[in-house]
């Protein structure tokens, strides 16, 4: 296995479409071959619309234990300054990394994206190549004082392909018109009002670091007050469920509480026949939409 593993690598390690400033396709599929769903031209992972809208309403802690249970113990990222943070990000990822420039390595980049008929500095590149409902997430190694990635301009680009936001391990500038932009999202290292400088985009949607965690393009981003989580594309859908399930067990629990039906040792521990009787009592009265099927929420209740 190990063996089929280097060899696909330096296969497109040594092919001339590695020599592109965006991954090519072969390699995001390598990547994310746990994906078995629909895929953009790109090659990234297309998880349908409604598990990206669904993901709004999912808690960090929520995503966070669903995916540890799997293994996947490096996704969370805290520490940011946010702009607009009453609003939740979420997103299918777009990655771009960045590196300390050096005049060997940024002079084939500028060369190699001007043949590729992109125009302007190579930190708008990966904003032409954002769809409605990507995130932009970028490792700009942390930089603060001339590692602004966008200002108000690039920021106003964003939001009209994407209508989400960024994710940025570094910063940006003019914060007081990036903030005017209604919707706009971002994660960010801090506000600087310098210009980027000595920094050099490398790769478009290549898999990246944002501090403790590893992502990867067409991941599912989540981002709130505490932090970003990125979530695999092909646990998407059982992390939205799953979650969709503790949060309506939470609120009938609280429920239950608050009016004395139940006892706290009842509901924290395996739930007895009753209490799912009353569950579904509850699911049935209670107003907003449930988007788990009858038959999913029965699975899940018989785990309990």
């Known amino acids: ?17 590695f020599a592109q400033i965006q991954a090519p396709k072969e390699l995001i599929q390598f990547y994310t071959q746990e994906w078995k769903g629909e895929r953009f031209p790109d090659g990234r992972p297309k998880v349908p619309d409604e598990i990206v809208k669904r993901l709004a309403n999912v808690s960090i802690e929520e995503a966070w234990g669903i995916m540890r249970g799997d293994g996947y113990n490096n996704q969370f990222e805290g520490g940011f300054q946010i702009i607009h943070p009453e609003k939740p990000l979420v997103g299918r990822v777009l990655t771009a990394q960045y590196m300390p420039s050096r005049p060997d390595m940024e002079k084939p980049i500028k060369e190699k994206g001007k043949a590729e008929g992109r125009k302007g500095a190579s930190n708008s590149w990966p904003i032409d190549a954002l769809q409605i409902n990507d995130v932009y997430v970028a490792d700009g190694f942390g930089k603060i004082v001339d590692g602004t990635l966008i200002g108000d301009n690039l920021g106003n680009s964003i939001y009209a392909k994407s209508k989400t936001g960024v994710v940025f391990d570094g910063s940006v500038r003019d914060l007081e018109g990036l903030s005017a932009i209604d919707g706009f999202v971002g994660f960010t290292r801090g506000y600087d009002p310098s210009a980027i400088k000595d920094m050099t985009m490398t790769c478009i949607n290549c898999p990246i670091r944002i501090g403790r965690a590893s992502v990867l393009p067409g991941d599912l981003v989540l981002g709130k007050p505490e932090g970003v989580i990125f979530i695999p594309a092909h646990l998407a859908e059982k992390v939205v469920n799953r979650a969709e399930f503790i949060a309506l067990q939470d609120e009938f629990g609280h429920k239950m509480l608050r009016e004395n039906k139940f006892t706290p040792g009842e509901i924290d521990m395996k739930w007895s026949e009753p209490i799912k009787a009353a569950f579904r009592e509850h699911l049935k009265t209670r107003s907003g939409k449930v988007y788990l099927t009858a038959e999913q929420i029965e699975a899940f209740l018989a785990r309990e």
């Open 1 to 17: 296995m190990k063996k089929s593993v280097v060899a696909c690598l330096l296969a497109f390690a040594t092919s001339p479409l």
